[in-house]
């Protein structure tokens, strides 16, 4: 596999399939760990980056794990930005310097990137809301990799971390969210003021500092250090339904009371996307948004939550780039992503029916 195959497949987590699909494209764990026998990352020369790579590299051959590593430090810029758009990698990551990697397995679903702000950044993601079944898979894998690498870890404070937040389990438990009904109602900043008080962090698509592109959020935990994964995963599998329930209230609002209006947007969004000459970005994603919405509640026939969450990242810069071979300026990009949803969108229709 290569990183020009990858424009050819999509990851399991775009699926649309597991529990709560609807609302949750997908539930992602991610472990910190850092060997025991070097400086962290920020700390580290050049030399020891190396030697991390090599450890890693080693450890996932003698534990015979499926897994492509690419080297990110010899990647173009177009192919670190690709790989950020898949989420496979960090901004931080793609944007740093010196030895660095990310080994990732064909379904997408395992990636873990070497020396970014620790020497490991471990992930493992599902479509829908699996955040159990996602544990059992990382720590696993986990396991393996620790049978071969000696992880920084004290008794009394647990897994040590470059960032003292992560100190502890080192671990992050998030759920991505498509949530149009609480932007639209109005409701979305009391949602998030809420779970901000309980020491969940709310995200935009790409993670901290980004932008909630297209209505989806992530909200993961806060606090590493004081609890246990079980706990930490447990206050997540309390509270999301609770963030779901609100949508789906939010959208039957939108159902009874704007009826008209929410079928008169749901159509547009369809028709601009499937007959556009040329479009932005951001406004592919709000347009993508309502019709992901449109098809939750019935208003479109023939066209798949999958099509739709793999047109989220094929509509942006990179993948268009690496689609045409060639690098596009802004109006050029614009061009290839209208081409592109109208060839996806061809043979979809509205519903004859209002919902």
């Not at 009904?181 to 309980?198: E, S």
């Not at 980004?210 to 609890?227: H, R, V």
């Not at 098809?295 to 793999?310: K, P, Q, R, Y």
């Not at 993948?319 to 061809?346: P, T, W, Y």
């Amino acid at each position: 596999m290569t990183l020009d195959d990858l424009t050819r497949t999509s990851g399991e987590w775009l699926r649309g399939t597991g529990p709560e699909s609807d609302i949750v494209m997908c539930s992602r764990i991610r472990l910190a760990r850092n060997l025991a026998d070097f400086p962290f990352t920020n700390r580290g020369s050049r030399t020891e980056k190396t030697e991390i790579e090599s450890h890693f590299r080693s450890a996932i051959s003698a534990a015979k794990l499926e897994l492509l590593y690419f080297d990110v430090n010899s990647l173009s810029s177009l192919d670190r930005q690709f790989l950020v758009e898949r989420q496979i990698i960090s901004r931080e990551l793609s944007g740093s310097e010196g030895p660095r990697g990310v080994a990732i397995s064909s379904q997408e679903n395992v990636a873990i990137m070497v020396n970014e702000e620790d020497h490991l950044r471990i992930q493992y993601m599902l479509s829908g809301f699996r955040l159990n079944e996602v544990w059992d898979e990382i720590n696993a894998l986990d396991d393996q990799l620790e049978e071969n690498l000696a992880f920084a870890y004290n008794p009394s404070l647990g897994y040590l971390t470059a960032c003292p937040t992560n100190v502890g389990t080192g671990i992050r438990v998030g759920v991505m969210l498509h949530l149009p009904g609480l932007v639209q109602t109005k409701q979305i900043d009391k949602v998030f003021r809420a779970l901000q008080k309980i020491n969940l962090a709310v995200r935009g698509l790409y993670g901290e500092g980004s932008q909630a592109f297209g209505d989806f959020y992530q909200i993961s935990n806060q606090q590493t250090l004081g609890k246990s994964e079980q706990e930490l995963i447990r206050i997540l599998t309390d509270v999301v339904p609770q963030v779901l329930q609100y949508e789906r209230q939010a959208r039957q609002t939108l159902v009874t009371e704007r009826r008209q209006h929410l079928h008169d947007q749901v159509s547009r969004a369809y028709g601009v996307l499937k007959t556009a000459q040329t479009i932005s970005s951001e406004e592919t994603m709000l347009l993508l948004s309502s019709v992901r919405m449109g098809i939750n509640l019935g208003l479109i026939d023939d066209l798949s939550i999958a099509t739709v969450n793999e047109l989220f990242i094929q509509t942006q810069p990179a993948f268009l780039q690496k689609l045409r071979g060639s690098e596009l300026g802004v109006e050029e990009r614009n061009v290839a992503r209208a081409s592109h949803l109208r060839s996806r969108l061809a043979n979809g229709r509205m519903a004859t029916g209002e919902s």
